[in-house]
């Protein structure tokens, strides 16, 4: 696996997703008016904006500086587990956000024990980096199932205050 390549991959695509987001909410103005729409589309954007700057510190640090990557991927994670349970305890009446919200957290606060704690990933016989890298996956690809159960409900997906 080269890590580089794959982070910057990994970088590249996540910020183009923070900029398709940003064009369907812009053709949906009635989503910013409401507070809890509003929330809920500030969660799908740090969903890919979140893991996008992860990548790049990814790509910085390497498997040559790993303490650069590390730190950044604790930090941002534990603002990720922070934005992603605070919608949580805001989320009622959908199961299925409920579900990706909780799961996002999860993972947030695994990037984060793994990046304070890179030994953990020798159990499974990767490399630290790598473990990130399957982690910041699952959390692109429950962004997606956001944006998809978002977009098929035309927003209606969202919490109530």
């Known amino acids: 696996m080269d890590i580089s390549t794959f982070y910057a991959l990994f970088s590249a695509t996540c910020?183009?997703?923070?900029?398709l987001w940003w064009n369907v909410v812009q053709s949906h103005g009635d989503w910013m008016r409401d507070p809890a729409q509003r929330r809920v589309?500030?969660?799908?954007?740090?969903?890919?904006?979140?893991?996008?700057?992860m990548g790049l510190f990814g790509q910085v640090g390497g498997a040559e500086q790993p303490?650069?990557?590390r730190a950044a991927f604790v930090v941002l994670a534990l603002v990720g587990c922070a934005c992603t349970l605070r919608l949580l305890a805001r989320t009622r009446g959908d199961g299925f956000v409920a579900w990706q919200q909780a799961g996002a957290a999860l993972l947030y606060a695994l990037i984060a024990v793994v990046g304070a704690y890179p030994e953990i990933a020798d159990h499974i016989g990767l490399r630290?980096?790598?473990?990130?890298?399957?982690?910041l996956i699952a959390l692109v690809v429950l962004g997606h199932a956001?944006?998809?159960?978002f977009m098929a409900g035309e927003g209606r997906a969202?919490?109530?205050d």
């Not at 910020?15 to 900029?19: E, I």
């Not at 589309?41 to 700057?53: C, E, K, M, R, T």
């Open 146 to 149: 956001l944006v998809w159960r």
């Open 158 to 160: 969202a919490e109530e």
């Open 128 to 135: 630290p980096i790598q473990a990130e890298a399957l982690m």
């Open 15 to 19: 910020f183009t997703l923070v900029g």
């Open 41 to 53: 589309v500030g969660g799908v954007y740090l969903s890919f904006l979140l893991p996008a700057v």
């Open 67 to 69: 303490r650069i990557w």
